[in-house]
C-alpha cells in the first residue's frame, strides 16, 4: 500500500505546484502563443511553425528568447516575456490592441519608418522601425509601444478620455502647417505629415499662446489656429 500513497501524494504535489504556477501566470490563449511564435520566428528563434501550440519548439525557442533578453529561462509565457516580446506591458497592464498596432505601423510607415505591412501583430520589423522611431524621438529605445511613444506618434492610448482627440487627418495637418507657416513659424513642407518640424513648431505656438505643450493638433490648439 505504502508505494500507492507515494505515488497519490506526488501526484497531489504535483497538482498543487501546477496550480500555484496558473496563478502566477496570465492567461494565454491560442491565439496569444500564435502571436508569440510569430513574434520568436520574426527574431530568429525557431518555434517549429504557428500553430497555437505550446509545444517543446516553441517552448525552447522562449528559452533561448529568455536567456537572450537576461529573464528567467523557464520556457513559459510569463508576464516579462510576454512584456519582452512586445505582447503585454510591464507591470501587468494588457498589452495594445492590433487596431492600435496596425495605427502605429501605419503611421511610422506614412513618416518614412519601414513597419512593415499593417497586420495588427507587433513584429520584429515593426520593432525595429519603433526603436528608430524613439531614438529620433529621444525616448527610451525599447521597441515596444507605451504611452509615451503613441503620444509622439500622435496615437490615443486607449478608448478616448474626456480631453483625448482622435489623430488629425493628413487634409488637417496640411492646413495647421500652412496655418502656421502664415504666422511665421517653420513647420516643414505642406506635406500632411506630422514630422518632427511641424511637432516643433506647434509646440512653440502653444507655448506662445498659453496651451498646453503637447506637440499635437488637439481641439484646442486647432481652434487657436482656425483650422
Given at each position: 500500500?505504502?508505494?500507492?500513497?507515494s505515488?497519490?501524494?506526488?501526484?497531489?504535489?504535483?497538482?498543487?505546484m501546477?496550480?500555484?504556477?496558473?496563478?502566477?501566470a496570465?492567461?494565454?490563449?491560442?491565439?496569444?502563443?500564435?502571436?508569440?511564435?510569430k513574434?520568436?520566428?520574426?527574431?530568429g528563434?525557431?518555434?517549429?511553425?504557428?500553430?497555437?501550440?505550446?509545444?517543446?519548439?516553441?517552448?525552447?525557442?522562449?528559452?533561448?528568447?529568455?536567456?537572450s533578453?537576461?529573464?528567467?529561462?523557464t520556457?513559459?509565457?510569463?508576464?516579462?516575456?510576454?512584456?519582452?516580446?512586445?505582447?503585454?506591458?510591464?507591470?501587468?497592464a494588457?498589452g495594445?490592441?492590433?487596431?492600435t498596432?496596425?495605427?502605429?505601423?501605419?503611421?511610422?510607415?506614412?513618416?518614412?519608418?519601414?513597419?512593415?505591412?499593417?497586420?495588427?501583430?507587433?513584429?520584429?520589423?515593426t520593432?525595429?522601425?519603433?526603436r528608430?522611431?524613439?531614438?529620433?524621438?529621444?525616448?527610451?529605445?525599447?521597441?515596444?509601444?507605451?504611452?509615451?511613444?503613441l503620444?509622439?506618434?500622435?496615437?490615443?492610448?486607449?478608448?478616448?478620455s474626456?480631453?483625448?482627440t482622435?489623430?488629425?487627418?493628413?487634409?488637417?495637418?496640411?492646413?495647421?502647417?500652412?496655418?502656421?507657416?502664415?504666422?511665421?513659424?517653420?513647420?516643414?513642407a505642406?506635406?500632411?505629415?506630422?514630422?518632427?518640424?511641424?511637432?516643433?513648431?506647434?509646440?512653440?505656438?502653444?507655448?506662445?499662446?498659453?496651451?498646453?505643450?503637447?506637440?499635437?493638433?488637439?481641439?484646442?490648439?486647432?481652434?487657436?489656429?482656425?483650422?
Amino acid at each position: 500500500m505504502k508505494p500507492m500513497y507515494s505515488l497519490l501524494a506526488a501526484a497531489v504535489a504535483a497538482a498543487g505546484m501546477a496550480s500555484a504556477s496558473a496563478a502566477g501566470a496570465p492567461f494565454v490563449d491560442s491565439q496569444t502563443v500564435r502571436q508569440v511564435q510569430k513574434t520568436l520566428s520574426d527574431r530568429g528563434f525557431r518555434t517549429g511553425g504557428i500553430d497555437g501550440r505550446m509545444g517543446p519548439q516553441t517552448q525552447a525557442a522562449l528559452v533561448n528568447f529568455q536567456r537572450s533578453e537576461k529573464l528567467q529561462p523557464t520556457g513559459k509565457l510569463d508576464r516579462q516575456t510576454l512584456a519582452a516580446l512586445g505582447l503585454q506591458e510591464s507591470g501587468g497592464a494588457l498589452g495594445y490592441s492590433p487596431e492600435t498596432i496596425r495605427k502605429v505601423q501605419e503611421t511610422l510607415n506614412a513618416r518614412g519608418y519601414k513597419a512593415g505591412a499593417p497586420s495588427g501583430v507587433l513584429g520584429e520589423t515593426t520593432r525595429s522601425a519603433l526603436r528608430a522611431f524613439q531614438k529620433s524621438e529621444n525616448i527610451a529605445v525599447t521597441g515596444r509601444l507605451n504611452s509615451r511613444t503613441l503620444s509622439a506618434l500622435g496615437i490615443p492610448e486607449g478608448a478616448a478620455s474626456a480631453g483625448s482627440t482622435a489623430p488629425a487627418s493628413r487634409d488637417t495637418i496640411r492646413e495647421v502647417q500652412r496655418k502656421l507657416a502664415e504666422r511665421g513659424y517653420r513647420p516643414g513642407a505642406a506635406d500632411g505629415i506630422m514630422g518632427r518640424a511641424t511637432r516643433a513648431a506647434i509646440m512653440e505656438f502653444q507655448r506662445k499662446e498659453n496651451l498646453a505643450v503637447t506637440g499635437r493638433a488637439d481641439r484646442q490648439t486647432l481652434e487657436a489656429l482656425g483650422v
